[in-house]
C-alpha cells in the first residue's frame, strides 16, 4: 500500500507544474513597489485554475479595489464539502481542505478563501452574497469541534469584521472585535470598537506586507526526515507606524495588529501530520542518494588533495637529498622545501573545495523551500483607525511625513475603506 501511494504522488507531480519560489520573484518585486499591473502581468502562467493561484490572483486584483473573483467563485464551489478535521500532537485539532489537484489547503487559506470572496461581493454591491461568506469564515474560526487547540487568530478576526462592517453587518463586526480582544488583550481598541452601539462614521483598514517566504533551516529532530524538511518562514516587513490624514487636516495614528506568524507556524506543523508518509519516504530517498553521491565526491576530492599533497611532499624531498648528496649551495634545498609547501597547500585547497562542492549540493539536493506549497501574497498585519464623525476625503495615509497612498471619496453608504501597503524593510 505504501509503494501505491507513493507511485501515486510521484506520477501526479510528473504530470503537473507546480510553481516554486523562483517563479514568483518578479511578481514579489513588483508588490513590493506597489506595481499592481506589473504584478499581475508578470504573475507565473505555469499553474493555472487552482486553489493557491486563484487565491493569489484573486487578492492582487481586491488589493486595487477590482473584485475580479470569477475564477475563485468557480474553483469554491468544487471544494464545498471537502473540509476536513484531524487532530495531532503538536496543535491538537486542525481542519484543511484536500483540494483536486492535491493540495492541502490549511486553515487560514480556507478562511481567507471565504473572506475574499465577501470582500468581492462586497464591492460588486452584492451585499446577501457577502454576507454569507463572512459567515462562512466566522464559522471556520469559531466552531468548537475541541476544547482545546482549535484555530482562532485576532488579525483574521480584525480583518473579518471589517469586512461585516463593509456588508453592513455592525453587530456581527461587535463579536469578531470583541473575540480579537480576548485573544490579544493589548487590543483595547478593538474592546472600545466592539463597545460602539452602532458603526464608526469611518473606518479605515490597511493591510501590510507582501508576505513571508519559506527559507530551509534543517535541525536535528528525533525524526531526522523531519528534521531536514525544517522550514523558518522570513520576512522583511518593516511593521512602520502610520497615521492618516483627512482633507480638513485632522490626523489620526493608525492601531496595528498582530502579524500573522501564527498561520505559518501552524501550515508547517499540520503539512507535516498530513503528509507524513508521502514526504518521508520520497525525502528519505532523496536523502539517501544524495548522501552516496555527495560523500564519493567529498571522499575522491580528499583523496586528491591527499595525493597532490604527497607528490608534492615527494618531489621536494628528492631536490633536498640530490642538493645535500651533491654539497651543494642549498638553493636546490630551498627549492624542494618551496614545492613541499607548495603541494601541501595545493593539497589541503583541493580537499577543501571538494568538501564545499559536495556540502553546496547537498543543501541544493535537500533545500525543499523552493518548492514549498503555499498562498503567497497575504496580508502580514493591518493598520486600523476609525472615526466617530465622517472624515473628509480624501484621506491621506502618511509615515514620517511622507504621503504613502490616498484614499478616495466613496459613497455615502460605504463608510469601510480598504488599502494595501508594500511596508518593506530597504535594502
Known amino acids: 500500500m505504501r509503494n501505491i501511494i507513493l507511485i501515486w504522488f510521484l506520477l501526479i507531480n510528473c504530470g503537473t507544474t507546480l510553481l516554486t519560489k523562483q517563479d514568483y520573484r518578479f511578481t514579489r518585486t513588483a ?59 503538536e496543535i491538537k485539532t486542525f481542519f484543511y481542505v484536500e483540494t483536486p489537484e492535491g493540495y492541502y489547503a490549511s486553515e487560514h487559506e480556507i478562511i481567507w478563501l471565504h473572506m475574499l470572496l465577501s470582500w468581492g461581493y462586497s464591492l460588486r454591491g452584492e451585499y446577501d452574497k457577502a454576507y454569507v461568506e463572512a459567515k462562512v469564515s466566522s464559522d471556520l474560526l469559531s466552531n468548537n469541534w475541541s476544547a482545546e487547540g482549535r484555530f482562532d487568530d485576532p488579525l483574521l478576526r480584525i480583518i473579518l469584521g471589517g469586512l461585516w462592517t463593509l456588508c453592513g453587518h455592525w453587530e456581527e463586526a461587535q463579536v469578531d472585535f470583541r473575540v480579537a480582544h480576548q485573544l490579544d488583550p493589548k487590543l483595547t481598541w478593538a474592546l472600545r470598537l466592539s463597545e460602539l452601539s452602532e458603526a464608526p462614521k469611518d473606518f479605515v483598514l490597511v ?64 503539512d507535516n501530520e498530513i503528509q507524513d508518509l508521502i514526504k518521508d519516504s520520497i525525502y528519505g530517498q532523496t536523502i539517501a542518494l544524495t548522501a552516496v553521491k555527495e560523500g564519493g565526491r567529498s571522499v575522491l576530492g580528499v583523496t586528491a588533495g591527499v595525493l597532490v599533497g604527497i607528490g608534492g611532499t615527494a618531489i621536494g624531498a628528492g631536490l633536498i637529498y640530490i642538493d645535500v648528496k651533491g654539497g651543494g649551495s642549498g638553493k636546490l634545498a630551498a627549492v624542494g622545501i618551496a614545492v613541499m609547501i607548495a603541494g601541501i597547500k595545493k593539497g589541503y585547497e583541493i580537499g577543501e573545495e571538494a568538501i564545499d562542492e559536495s556540502i553546496r549540493n547537498t543543501k541544493k539536493s535537500l533545500d525543499i523551500s523552493n518548492e514549498y506549497r503555499f498562498v503567497r501574497f497575504l496580508p502580514e498585519y493591518a493598520w486600523v483607525i476609525y472615526s466617530l464623525q465622517k472624515l473628509k476625503a480624501p484621506l491621506k495615509i502618511v509615515n514620517q511625513n511622507k504621503t504613502l497612498s490616498e484614499i478616495p471619496q466613496t459613497k455615502n453608504a460605504v463608510i469601510v475603506s480598504i488599502d494595501y501597503m508594500p511596508d518593506t524593510e530597504k535594502k
Do not use: C
Not at 527559507?215 to 518593516?238: C, I, V, Y
Open 31 to 89: 508588490l513590493e513597489k506597489k506595481d499592481f499591473e506589473t504584478a499581475v502581468k508578470l504573475f507565473p502562467a505555469e499553474e493555472k485554475n487552482g486553489f493557491i493561484t486563484s487565491m493569489e490572483k484573486a487578492y492582487l486584483k481586491l488589493i486595487q479595489g477590482k473584485p475580479e473573483i470569477d475564477e475563485l467563485i468557480r474553483y469554491a464551489e468544487k471544494i464545498e464539502k471537502r473540509v476536513r478535521f484531524s487532530a495531532s500532537r
Open 207 to 270: 493591510l501590510g506586507g507582501t508576505g513571508p517566504e519559506p527559507e530551509w533551516n534543517p535541525e536535528l529532530e528525533l525524526n531526522p526526515l523531519r528534521g531536514f524538511r525544517s522550514l523558518d518562514f522570513k520576512t522583511n516587513s518593516a511593521k512602520s507606524r502610520l497615521t492618516v490624514m483627512d482633507a480638513n487636516g485632522r490626523i489620526q495614528e493608525m492601531q496595528i495588529t498582530p502579524d500573522s506568524s501564527n498561520w505559518y507556524k501552524r501550515h508547517l506543523i499540520r
